[in-house]
């Protein structure tokens, strides 16, 4: 898929309303009990001769998803002028992301996580060759996850696990070097999903 066809395909993805719902994660019943923080990611791809989506490694010192794969992004501030507004805000402030750098295409469907945000994700595109600055305080690492993997179907595999008396069950993905799961892996499902049947 040439860089032109990938970006014809991401604009007709995100050009489709987004689910006025929220998908969600198989741990999600508690955080229905109590309101939904809005938050809202960036996914970013990066275009080039090998394309891929742009992640990042949380650092292990943090409170809360210490060491967990991410998107830039975090919680909606009142200051902020819509999830938009909020996940550039991010990105500045975890890796040093200009705006300026960034062509908005537009919103995927809504995640509801366990730990009780509604996360908004706002697909964007990126030149290749940019260079990042990853806050010490937030970003251990910044990588990609190859646009070859995103459109095997075969890629991603649910995994199951034991927690506090419940199994769960969740998405991962592969890399050599990082665990990509929880609410991460979930979206980038969606827009895998969306971007292999070739339509939303």
């Not at 741990?27 to 891929?52: F, K, N, Y």
């Not at 975090?74 to 040093?96: Q, S, V």
């Not at 769960?168 to 592969?174: A, F, K, L």
């Amino acid at each position: 898929m040439t860089a032109d066809e990938l970006r014809t395909r991401l604009a007709r993805v995100a050009a489709w309303p987004p689910d006025p719902g929220a998908e969600h994660g198989d741990d999600i019943r508690a955080a229905l009990q109590r309101p939904l923080t809005p938050a809202a990611v960036l996914v970013p791809i990066v275009l080039g001769e090998m394309p891929g989506v742009l992640l990042t490694k949380r650092t292990s010192h943090l409170k809360a998803h210490a060491g967990q794969v991410s998107f830039p992004g975090g919680r909606i501030d009142p200051e902020d002028n819509g999830p938009e507004d909020a996940a550039l805000r991010e990105a500045w402030e975890e890796i040093g992301l200009h705006r300026q750098s960034v062509e908005i295409l537009g919103r995927l469907a809504d995640y509801a996580t366990g730990t009780g945000y509604r996360i908004t994700p706002i697909l964007s595109i990126l030149p290749p060759g940019l260079t990042y600055q990853p806050s010490e305080d937030e970003v251990e690492a910044v990588f990609e996850l190859p646009m070859t993997v995103l459109l095997d179907p075969e890629a991603p595999r649910r995994q199951r696990q034991h927690v506090r008396g419940e199994w769960r069950e969740y998405w991962v993905w592969p890399h050599p070097d990082h665990y990509i799961w929880g609410a991460t892996a979930a979206i980038l499902v969606h827009l895998a999903q969306r971007l292999r049947q070739g339509r939303p």
